[in-house]
Structures are given as structure tokens and as C-alpha cells.
């Protein structure tokens, strides 16, 4: 066995008392991170002796011990033990109180507890830790977890985007109100038919899209963290003739697997690669013979909104210009060969969306956009929040933009969303 591996196994058996397991399989890939950057990573699982035999084609054993480690930052990231049963000799918990808890964090990820993260939440068996940033919280939000059994083993532990805590956040004070941005406010609330499973019905009703605005008011970030490194493209694909054939649709991996030697290199954290304006028309064109093959009829009838950049894989989002609900909305994706913009796979949603095709349909809205403002105004909050921002490449501190209540379109009536 390689020696760097070797090591790994030799750290991880000791370190969770896996004595009594042997290494089965590893693996390598990379992983794209959420501020660009494209990480190495390393999947190890160990069979206990006492139950390998009980292996069944591609399910482990129970008390499989599964670790990833990030090669990358040179921390642990995730370790499960198989139907939460622990055949290591250490039992890391004896108190299993969340003090002793956090000490076990702090020694295994150099984190300090109350500076950077608390408790959030007391599980069957665990605890629930997240991040904050001077009592702010952040997107993405660190999370740890970690679970034990009845003696105190470990069972289950995951550390997620927890990289993101930097001591250097420049520290400020929150000074922006919903009464200076009611220009902004004002285009977030839209109108939504929102599908009501009891009644099969769809419900119009004015709601305010989620959304980080920055402390000077003057730029917004998208509240999903796959959106902000989306390309908005927003083409209207049209086609003369249609594309005789078939498109051999590929299985897509997870990961982008790596070979041992590359994930042990030397190496800087990498960049997720951009995509250039030439690279944009290229796409275009590619996903445009798409749809000239699989739904040659459609002309006109989608558009091209957004491209995005995974590690292994292009994602590309057509919108379907017919009725728009703005929740639930017919796609169609497309995904590419990052390198050569070959196509992978494809896919249509419209199946998924026949299940409300005995909804009955939304009646017309009578309430205006600005009437729906106005009454939503009271309602709408700005909650503190330390957003990372890919354009400078450091969190800033952000509003983020919300109102758990919506109005109902026809009547007028303030209604809370969980009542829909």
C-alpha cells in the first residue's frame, strides 16, 4: 500500500479504536466547495471483523466505519458507522454531555467552542452544532453533528462548510432598514401559485422571494448558494428545422474521481474554472440541437436562463415560456462535459409535474402587485446575516430579505405561508 495512504489508515485506526476492522475500499475526487474552489478528498471504509461476513452485493456490513477526510485542508469531514452500530474499542463519550461534547470538537478540528460554534439543537443521541460570526449568523452556515451510542462511541460525526469561519470578517455594524430599500422590496414581492395538496388546488398568493441585500443597500446575493455562480443567460431558443437522432443519455458519477497520486500532490486549493463568453455561445448551440432532437416541435418555446459550473459537469436550465407559476415551473437541463461540452444528460421535468395536472388551476389574481406591497410591507423583515460573496471573494454582512406571512391574491387577506 501507498505509504501517504498507509498513514491515513494508520492515524484513522487509531484514533476511533477501528482495531478490530479492516480497510475494504478507498477512494479519491474532487469536491467544488462553496466560495469556487475545488478541494481533494479522500473516502476510506473499514469492515468489522465480526460482521464481514454479513457484506450483501453493494450494502456494507453493519458498523462499517466510513470516513472522508479533505486532503485539501487537511480535516476530517464526515465519519459514519453503519446502522449506527460501533465495534471500536474507544468510547469517546462517557458523560455524553454536550461540554465533553464540544471538548472532543475542539480537539479534532481546532474550533472553539461559544468563538466559533454553539449548540443548536439536543438530538436523540447527539447534538447539532452550527457557526455564527459575533452572534451573526452566515450562508452557508457551518454545521457539526455528532451522534454516539448508549456506551458513548462514536456513531456519527459531519463537519460542513465549516472552513468558512475567518477570524479577519471585518466586523460592522448593521445599519440597513426596510424603509431605505423599498425600491428594492417592493420587486422581490411576487406572485406565486403555490399547489395546496388537501384541496388540489393552486393558490395565488403574493409572497416576498428570499433574498440577501448588502448592508449599503446597493447589491443583492441570491439566497440559494447554487444560484450565486449561475450565468443568467435568459436566450429564446428557436430552431428552423429539427435534428434527426437520438442523444445517448450517460450515467453521472457524484464525484469526479481522482487517481491516488494526484490526490496526494502538492497542490493550492484550485479555482472551479469560469466559463467565457465564447464558451456561452458554444453552449448555446449545444443545447439548442438538443431540444432540436428530443422535442423538435418546441420551437419558441423555451429559454436558455442559466448556466452553472459543477466539477464535473456543466449544468445548463431552460425555462418553459407557457404558463408560469413561478413555483414549480416546467425545466428542462441539460448537463455537459465541462471540458468538451459534450452532452451527458438530459432532463424534462414535465413528468414530475403531472402529478397537479388534476389540480385546479389558480383563479385571476384581483389584487395588485402594489396593493399586495403595501400590505405585506408591516410584515417583511431584514434578518443580519454574514453572506460569502464570490465577486470579492470575502463574506459581508447582508439584510437577508423575508416575511413568513403572503397575501392572497384574490381576496386580499394576509395569510401565513405555513397555512397554505
Known sequence: MDERLQKLVNDFTKKFGLEHYQLET??????????????????????????????????????????????????????????????????????????????????????R?????????????????????????????????????????????????????????????????????????????????????????????????????????????????????????????????????????????????????EAFSEHEPMMKPSITENQVSAIIQTVTDVLRTVQPINSGKWTLATIRSDEHFIEVICTWNGIKRAYLNRKFITLLDPTSFEVLNYIDNSELLKIFDSFTPAPEAKISQEEAYQKLFPFITLKPTYVYDLKTRQFQLCGLLDSTNSVDAVTGEIIPLEDI
Open 26 to 111: 478507498y477512494s479519491f475526487h474532487k469536491a467544488s466547495m462553496y466560495n469556487g474552489e475545488v478541494h481533494y478528498k479522500c473516502n476510506l471504509e473499514f469492515f468489522p471483523d465480526a460482521t464481514r461476513d454479513e457484506a450483501e452485493d453493494d450494502l456494507n456490513p453493519p458498523g462499517t466505519a466510513i470516513i472522508e477526510y479533505n486532503l485539501t485542508t487537511e480535516k476530517l469531514t464526515s465519519v459514519l458507522f453503519v446502522n449506527g452500530q460501533s465495534f471500536s474499542t474507544k468510547i469517546e463519550f462517557h458523560d455524553q454531555t454536550v461540554r465533553e461534547v464540544a471538548n472532543w470538537i475542539e480537539q479534532e478540528t481546532g474550533y
Open 113 to 261: 467552542y461559544d468563538d466559533h460554534f454553539f449548540v443548536t439543537d439536543t438530538l436523540d443521541n447527539g447534538y447539532e452544532f452550527k457557526t455564527d460570526f459575533h452572534g451573526i449568523p452566515s450562508s452557508p452556515a457551518g454545521l457539526i453533528e455528532v451522534e454516539f451510542d448508549h456506551d458513548g462511541k462514536l456513531t456519527f460525526f459531519i463537519l460542513y462548510d465549516m472552513h468558512a469561519i475567518n477570524e479577519d470578517i471585518k466586523r460592522e455594524k448593521f445599519t440597513l432598514t426596510v424603509e431605505q430599500i423599498e425600491s428594492i422590496i417592493q420587486k422581490q414581492v411576487i406572485l406565486i401559485q403555490f399547489p395546496n395538496e388537501v384541496t388540489e388546488k393552486f393558490v395565488p398568493v403574493y409572497a416576498v422571494n428570499e433574498v440577501y441585500i448588502m448592508n449599503d443597500g446597493k447589491r443583492m446575493i441570491p439566497y440559494l448558494s447554487h444560484e450565486r455562480d449561475e450565468i443568467v443567460v435568459n436566450q429564446l431558443i428557436e430552431w428552423t428545422t429539427a435534428l434527426e437522432g437520438t442523444i445517448e443519455r450517460k450515467v453521472i458519477e457524484p464525484y469526479s474521481t481522482i487517481s491516488l497520486e
